[in-house]
């Protein structure tokens, strides 16, 4: 029981660091790492699949052995080793030299010195599969139940820091997106606060003023576009602020020199 009560605390402390990682392929070697942890003397492959097109995955792996050939199973290990970690269940082999599905990679295995492997999968949310653990062991091994819950508790909390991480990089890539688009625009724009202050610039206007965007942030836009210490008196955005409408006005802005349509 006591023995138990340990791995259950390195299952926890494991699972604490997963949480915390919000790069997809440190996150992923991460996990490749510390379930080797779990199951000492072991060698281990995650793979992950892409949510939108499963026949395209990352793989990373820990503690691989070169075969007497040199470099089979890292070569090997750049795609999924085995059909069933697209399944649903857990795959045992307790003995690779007694297993015939593995014709093709067992002589690379018994190589590097593997004698036994054990796939768990990645559960998603939707009942599917998102990956697969796969651990490589030296000797035969006979996992027990304990060690199997184990294992499934650690990929379940695994699948929900590869979620979190994958929203993550859904909202860094729409932000990089909104603010290429947002760059890309010619016309000078900026984005304020109620109270007249510089949230957001464009290129455009940064250049304008021959200045940086992030040194736009902060300041006053009466002071920007117009040389006031004070709001403009017919300022667009104090009646928008005031009406709750869009306001649309053509004004001679002498400060800056030109017509302008804001």
Not at 23 to 52: H, M, W, Y
Not at 60 to 89: D, M, Q, W, Y
Request: proline share 6%.
């Amino acid at each position: 029981l006591s023995v138990q009560l340990v791995e259950l605390q390195q299952l926890h402390r494991a699972a604490l660091e997963l949480i915390k990682e919000l790069d997809l392929n440190t996150l992923r070697e991460k996990i490749a790492a510390s379930v080797t942890k779990l199951l000492k003397g072991s060698s281990s492959q995650v793979c992950i699949f892409d949510p939108e097109d499963p026949s395209r995955y990352e793989v990373s792996t820990h503690g691989i052995r070169a075969s007497a050939s040199g470099g089979g199973v890292e070569a090997r290990c750049n795609v999924p080793l085995l059909p069933p970690a697209f399944s649903k269940s857990p795959y045992v082999i307790p003995e690779i030299e007694a297993e015939s599905k593995l014709e093709g990679l067992k002589g690379i295995l018994k190589e590097a010195g593997y004698k036994s492997l054990l796939s768990i999968p990645i559960p998603r949310k939707d009942k599917g599969v998102m990956g697969a653990i796969t651990l490589f062991f030296p000797k035969p091994y006979h996992p027990k139940d304990f060690e199997m819950r184990m294992l499934e508790m650690y990929a379940a909390q695994a699948s929900v820091a590869l979620e979190n991480a994958r929203l993550f990089e859904l909202v860094r890539r729409a932000k990089t997106q909104w603010e290429e688009t947002f760059d890309s625009i010619s016309e000078l724009v900026t984005i304020h606060d109620t109270d007249f202050r510089i949230i957001r610039a464009n290129k455009a206007t940064a250049e304008r003023f021959n200045t940086t965007p992030n040194k736009l942030v902060g300041q006053n836009c009466y002071h920007i576009f117009h040389g006031l210490n004070h709001p403009w008196p017919t300022c667009p955005m104090a009646r928008t602020l005031h009406t709750r409408t869009t306001v649309t006005e053509e004004i001679e802005n002498h400060h800056m020199g030109g017509t302008f349509l804001i």
